[in-house]
């Protein structure tokens, strides 16, 4: 693949990369991957409080469910990994594209997991009585969310370029060693937050119309963290590319 | 000291939570709880709708800037 195999450095030197085609946009500036993710969002909500049954528990709150799971499942395992995986490759290689897109999933991995943070009390005053508890699953999380923070104010932070990058690079994979033990909080601690129904060690443990809907719910989250981030980073390219030109 | 109300008056009033409790569960199903389910959707559609809003403004002003 083009975005890893390249070994160039420099910020002007992956200007091109602008006009990459999985980064183009149509004549008119329309984003056609990010419609179809914002049709899928919308569709996945329809489905979620409209044709899901609400739990016989819960009520209607538990219909949260399908936008705090997916966000964290896609904030948490899939923005962070990729921050991790980026990093490493990164100091690994040096290439300038492999920073952008650290920094891409960086930024949209804290979308999603302040829509987790933000979520989860809405659901947990309905549910315990409370909009927030410092027991180990929401505190980790909460902690995951600052360093994430924390790892983009480094980033404007630091003037030069080569610096700024592998300073980052270190700790967004540092940061990303969080994502795992917040997994395992749920086993390890005891606390308010329920255990995965999802990925239960045995089998999912959620009827058929619910889990239906909690796929529908993830493959929509998922396209729409690959339209945001290909919107970011696209966005990094052209701040780049011109900031190349300034100062050429 | 004896309180001034007995102890069996008070546990027989209605008491007065003052929103302290999310709900109160009814014996016909579940509660209500639309209000925090419509509160939860609403908060992510903002969010999201308003990163959207700042990744097209920050590309605007990328393209604008001489």
């Not at chain 1, 809405?122 to 995951?144: D, K, Q």
């Not at chain 2, 579940?30 to 559609?45: I, K, Q, R």
């Amino acid at each position: 693949m083009a975005l890893v195999s390249s070994t160039t450095r420099g910020p002007g030197a992956n200007s091109s990369s602008a006009s990459a085609p999985w980064l183009r946009v149509d004549d008119h500036g329309v984003d056609v991957l990010m419609i179809v993710a914002a049709l899928a969002c919308i569709g996945a909500v329809v489905r979620a409080l409209f044709f899901t049954p609400a739990d016989a528990m819960l009520g209607a709150v538990q219909k949260i469910f399908y936008i705090h799971v997916p966000a964290a499942v896609v904030g948490l395992y899939i923005a962070c990994g990729l921050l991790a995986v980026s990093s490493i490759m990164y100091l690994w290689i040096k290439d300038d594209r492999i920073d952008r897109l650290a920094e891409s999933s960086a930024e949209v991995g804290l979308v999603f997991m302040g829509v987790v943070l933000t979520t989860g009390p809405i659901w947990g005053r309905s549910s315990w009585g409370t909009w927030w508890a410092w027991e180990a699953r929401l505190t980790s999380t909460l902690f995951l969310w600052l360093l994430v923070l924390a790892y983009l104010v480094l980033r404007g932070a630091v003037e030069s370029q080569e610096s700024r990058a592998r300073l980052s690079a270190v700790m967004g994979s540092l940061a990303a060693l969080l994502v795992p033990f917040i997994h395992l909080t749920v086993t390890l601690f005891r606390g308010m937050h329920p255990e995965p129904v999802v990925l239960a060690p045995e089998k999912p443990k959620l009827p058929i119309e619910m889990l239906t809907t909690f796929g529908f719910s993830t493959v929509a989250f998922l396209l729409l963290f690959v339209a945001l981030l290909r919107m970011r980073y696209r966005w990094a390219t052209m701040r780049d590319a011109r900031a190349a030109l300034e100062s050429a | 000291m004896m309180p001034s109300t007995p102890i069996a008056l008070v546990a027989a009033s209605v008491q007065d939570t003052a929103g302290r409790v999310a709900f109160v569960p009814k014996p016909g199903g579940p509660p209500d709880t639309s209000a925090y389910m419509w509160g939860g959707y609403a908060v992510a559609a903002i969010v999201y709708a308003g990163y959207v809003m700042v990744l097209r403004r920050r590309i605007a002003h990328t393209r604008r800037a001489p």
